[in-house]
């Protein structure tokens, strides 16, 4: 259209510039020979400017011509997703030069539709796998694309084995990476150094159900934005090995699920954990069958609603130090430690249960249980089975299999037994010193201050500490 508008401008300037000739014979000769003086300098002036206006069209013309590659150059760059032609291999790019590509192409903001849910036309939906694909490839080209969102990017391609290029993609202005891997089954290493995270607010299910996963690289991870963790390595049953001392957490607000049935996981550093802004625990350790250390002396648990199955069929945990833990706020304990069938003993000093609404099986099934230190008595809506074949607790008095509901938990006629606190307590290893200590609400301190005070040793055991 543009260049028919010129072409019409030109034979136009044109028709108006012969016409000025007035009428001509056949032969092209004027038929008028003489003009008055005046009427050749206006002729002259008219001339001059058709020769002007001319120059200009031509001048737009010519730019133009130029100008118009460059734009649709500039207009058709995207960012897209090419599935190759044997459909093994998904290869992003961000140029324009899609119609060229071979495969099946989608531009990034495609989507496919789930019982109201939408998810990348790419991958798999919560019920639908995508199986085909074994490759992701990130086209050098893609470092110049900035998305916003890569939530559920390879959600359920349960064959992926590969992600090459992956520092090709730049996380910078990300905001939500909910479920980005989830279901990638086949995945067994994953190292995400390079992602900045330093915007990303959701973290949700982010790795759950990568069965596969041995190893995983999150080294680069800021966290400080992050407000949910749910779920985040459930189901990472491989998972020997997880560094996430560098995590901060101070905005999260639930990490129900967090570890759930990482069943590999030997220990976590969780001493940097800073929780005390969230409400809900649930199920945050179940089923971690081979931790034998856990290092949850600094948690703050002053805003947790909820923390049913914590710590349940953690099989080798011989301790959990949860003394530091207040419960004020708490209405579920459900299962809390069932199934730690390795623990001796347990301090809930400091437990309150003033607003508890459930504490069925709370220490079902803790078979090498002896000693609930715990000075008050437990009153709770629901705790059917709540003792059930805690066949070696005693407390006041010995454990009856017929009485295993909240009725128990006192320190009077039931299974708790009262703790005795006075002065400094000993150190006992002369080769043991003081390397950090703690408030009872996770803050660190410079010195001991008065009442209790928990202290991290050099030998990397955790003592509790009263100063007068």
Not at 42 to 50: A, E, G, R, S, T
Not at 344 to 367: A, I, P, R, V, W
Not at 378 to 390: I, P, R
Request: hydrophobic letters at 35%; one cysteine or more.
């Amino acid at each position: 259209m543009f260049f028919n508008h010129i072409d019409k401008r030109i034979r136009h300037f044109l028709t108006i510039s012969i016409n000025l000739n007035g009428p001509t014979s056949r032969y092209g000769t004027p038929s008028k020979l003489k003009d008055d003086e005046e009427t050749k300098g206006k002729k002259i002036i008219m001339k001059k400017q058709l020769l002007k206006n001319l120059y200009a069209v031509f001048l737009a013309g010519f730019m133009a011509l130029l100008l118009l590659p460059q734009a649709a150059q500039a207009q058709s760059t995207e960012p897209y997703v090419v599935k190759s032609s044997d459909k093994k291999t998904l290869t992003f790019y961000y140029d324009n030069k899609i119609s060229s590509r071979t495969g099946t192409a989608w531009g990034l903001v495609r989507t496919q539709i789930e019982s109201g849910f939408s998810f990348p036309i790419w991958s798999g939906t919560w019920t639908k796998p995508e199986t085909e694909v074994t490759t992701v490839i990130f086209d050098a080209s893609f470092k110049n694309y900035r998305p916003k969102n890569t939530k559920c990017w390879f959600l359920n391609i349960t064959n992926l084995e590969t992600i090459k290029g992956i520092e090709n993609l730049n996380t910078s202005e990300v905001t939500t990476m909910r479920s980005m891997f989830e279901k990638c089954e086949k995945l067994s290493t994953l190292n995400l150094s390079n992602f900045n995270t330093e915007n990303v607010q959701n973290m949700e299910d982010m790795f759950e159900h990568c069965h596969n996963l041995t190893s995983l690289n999150l080294s680069s991870f800021d966290t400080k934005n992050v407000t949910t963790m749910r779920g985040m390595f459930t189901h990472c049953h491989n998972l020997t090995s997880l560094n996430i001392s560098s995590f901060n957490t101070e905005n999260v607000t639930n990490m129900s699920a967090m570890f759930y049935e990482c069943e590999k996981l030997a220990s976590l550093d969780l001493s940097k954990f800073n929780t005390k802004n969230v409400n809900l625990m649930s199920s945050m350790f179940y089923k971690c069958h081979n931790l034998t250390s856990l290092n949850i002396s600094s948690f703050n648990t002053e805003q947790v609603i909820y923390m049913n199955l914590m710590f349940s069929a953690c099989q080798k945990l011989s301790s959990i130090d949860v003394s530091s833990f207040k419960t004020k706020n708490v209405k579920s304990m459900e299962g809390m430690f069932s199934g730690c069938s390795s623990l001796t003993s347990l301090d809930l000093s400091y437990f309150s249960t003033e607003n508890m609404k459930e504490m069925q099986s709370m220490f079902d099934g803790c078979k090498s249980l002896q000693t609930i230190y715990c000075n008050n008595t437990w009153a709770c809506e629901q705790s059917s089975y709540m003792f059930y074949d805690c066949t070696k607790l005693k407390g006041a008095v010995k454990y009856d299999a017929s009485k295993v509901d909240v009725s128990m938990a006192n320190p009077n006629t039931g299974y708790f037994t009262k703790k005795k606190v006075s002065g400094v307590t000993t150190i006992t290893n002369s080769d043991a010193s003081i390397q950090t200590i703690y408030s009872t609400d996770g803050k660190r301190l410079n010195e001991l201050q008065r009442g209790l005070n928990i202290v991290r040793m050099s030998n990397g055991t955790t003592q509790k500490i009263l100063r007068k």
